[in-house]
């Protein structure tokens, strides 16, 4: 058992000692992460009961036969163009929740921000952040490929990637096969985050993105609490507030916090000791300035992307987050006595106080998908019902 206990977390260690003394760069220093978490859960899956690799290739979801998430920039450029064809075609088909509930959802796209919205405070520094914000990730790609007739998975966006200037990204390049770029250039003096906190000084944008895939689409919903100096929130929350996509790219929040240190501190460093600690740091506090990767990514879009409550607006919220769990994934992968711990409240850095989460709550994503327990979420090779790797 100690012999167990110490070997598990130095798996793959010799992936990284035995590959030639050069300097890796920090996105390869990430993927070597990756790659420790995949060859942990092939060891957890070789120790299991089942006898042979065929058995195991054959059973329900495991290693094998799970579902493969990318980087964005692996995808070719045919891959890219249909997932945003089918982007494109949630945002243009007719909303199916109860008008009732939010009457601004106009189409499916909307149907997912309007949860988001309306759960904000219950989904952020809470004990459900990560397994919330997976399973709306994972119902969102199942909505792409059932909705929409997208055959791949969902992407990431790999944060450590042209950080010195957002602009270049594949992401945000403006080119057809990304998700626009840059807002026009609206004068402003920066975006303070909800607690007053922390500064974004202005980039370049601030305005309508002008260019790339996004640059006719209209937001109905939101925003309900926007971060950007003169951006004047949604007169009702869920109600119909037409606008455009707005970004301010943002190379101060890319290069000062999307850094390696950060993904390391919370995978293998003094952050990954417990989920507690994961959590709070991968997530950002919102209490006392420490913007954290998931919080930073928000920051990088700039414009609507500030919004806690809206930003799942912006199309790169959802390979943001697949980022987040990514990093989750990999925490988990790294940790396996841990992974299926969970801590915090049921409200917003427990304001008001609340309850402890129980992997028994349930989470709900509406008309969106079957509400699930987050005890079925913990493990992205569960089977009930998610079944995926990242590589
Ligand atoms: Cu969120």
Not at 151 to 157: K, R
Request: aromatic letters at 10%.
């Amino acid at each position: 058992m100690r012999f167990t206990k110490l070997a598990l977390p130095l798996l793959g260690l010799p992936l990284i000692t035995a590959k030639p003394l050069v300097a890796r760069t920090d996105t390869e220093s990430v993927q070597d992460l990756n790659e420790q978490a995949l060859s942990a859960l092939q060891s957890l899956s070789d120790n299991s009961t089942e006898t042979s690799t065929t058995e195991k290739r054959a059973s329900k979801c495991n290693i094998f036969n799970a579902k493969v998430r990318k980087d964005w920039k692996f995808l070719s450029s045919a891959e890219k163009k249909k997932y945003i064809a089918a982007v494109k075609c949630l945002q243009a088909k007719p909303s199916i929740a109860d008008p009732s509930f939010a009457p601004g959802a106009r189409s499916r796209y909307d149907d997912f921000v309007a949860v988001h919205i309306n759960q904000t405070l219950s989904i952020h520094g809470t004990g459900n952040f990560l397994t919330w914000h997976r399973y709306f990730t994972y119902a969102y790609e199942t909505a792409l490929r059932n909705e929409c007739g997208y055959t791949g998975y969902q992407p990431y966006w790999n944060w450590l990637d042209n950080t010195a200037d957002p602009s270049k990204s594949p992401l945000f390049d403006g080119s057809d096969t990304s998700f626009s770029g840059d807002g026009s250039f609206v004068a402003h003096n920066g975006s303070v985050t909800a607690n007053g906190n922390v500064f974004i000084p202005s980039g370049k944008g601030g305005g309508c993105v002008t260019s790339g895939p996004f640059v006719d689409y209209v937001i109905n919903l939101g925003p309900v609490n926007p971060i950007q100096d003169g951006m004047e929130p949604a007169p009702e929350t869920l109600g119909y507030n037409p606008h455009c996509l707005s970004r301010d790219l943002s190379s101060f929040t890319a290069s000062g916090w999307l850094t390696l240190p950060n993904i390391l501190n919370v995978t293998v460093g003094a952050a990954a000791r417990s989920v507690l600690l994961f959590q709070n740091e991968l997530q950002g506090r919102f209490t006392d300035g420490f913007l954290g990767l998931h919080t930073a990514g928000h920051g990088v879009a700039g414009g609507v992307s500030g919004d806690l409550f809206g930003s799942p607006v912006d199309p790169v919220f959802f390979l943001h987050h697949a980022q987040v769990d990514r990093i989750y994934w990999i925490w988990q992968a790294l940790h396996p006595f841990q992974a299926k711990t969970i801590a915090g409240t049921i409200t917003l850095f427990n304001t008001p106080p609340s309850r402890d989460t129980s992997v028994n709550d349930l989470i709900y994503l509406g008309v969106n998908a079957p509400s699930k327990k987050i005890g079925s979420l913990l493990d992205t090779l569960g089977g009930d019902p998610l079944c995926y790797i990242y590589v």
